[in-house]
């Protein structure tokens, strides 16, 4: 299981990958396109080119795990655009975009930091 917390690095690729890319191909994806190593515990987050799926992709110290849905009706109406090939979100964002959420129209509490002790 796949489980997001706060602390993890989650990275939305901004244009699509083939759907019937396995976790070898994806990790090449993250390699290559990406720039990013899949085995620094990131989340990476893939969509097809229909819009209908999404898939994610994580190492967890032992081995890859490879999660996906596809929307049985609808599509992923939203998705995040940028310059970049693949977009930082926080956890929050990132199981909204598993439910198929708008991201753009939350509005979610600040992001917690540490206070520095007082002396």
């Given at each position: 299981?796949?489980?997001?917390?706060a602390?993890?690095?989650?990275?939305?690729?901004?244009?699509?990958?083939?759907?019937?890319?396995?976790?070898?191909?994806?990790?090449?994806?993250?390699?290559?396109?990406?720039?990013?190593?899949?085995?620094?515990?990131?989340?990476?987050?893939?969509?097809?080119?229909?819009?209908?799926?999404?898939?994610?992709?994580?190492?967890?110290?032992?081995?890859?795990?490879?999660?996906?849905?596809?929307?049985?009706?609808?599509?992923?109406?939203?998705?995040?655009?940028s310059?970049?090939?693949?977009?930082?979100?926080?956890?929050?964002?990132?199981?909204?975009?598993?439910v198929?959420?708008?991201?753009?129209?939350?509005?979610?509490?600040?992001?917690?930091?540490?206070?520095?002790?007082?002396?």
């Open positions: 299981m796949i489980h997001i917390t602390q993890m690095r989650v990275l939305v690729a901004i244009e699509s990958v083939d759907g019937r890319k396995g976790i070898d191909s994806l990790v090449r994806v993250c390699h290559d396109q990406l720039s990013e190593d899949p085995i620094t515990g990131c989340v990476f987050i893939f969509r097809s080119r229909r819009r209908t799926s999404i898939r994610l992709l994580s190492y967890d110290g032992q081995g890859y795990w490879l999660a996906q849905k596809r929307l049985s009706k609808g599509r992923f109406a939203w998705w995040p655009e310059n970049s090939p693949a977009k930082r979100q926080e956890a929050y964002e990132a199981q909204l975009l598993m198929a959420g708008d991201v753009s129209r939350v509005c979610a509490a600040p992001m917690w930091r540490r206070v520095s002790e007082l002396k």
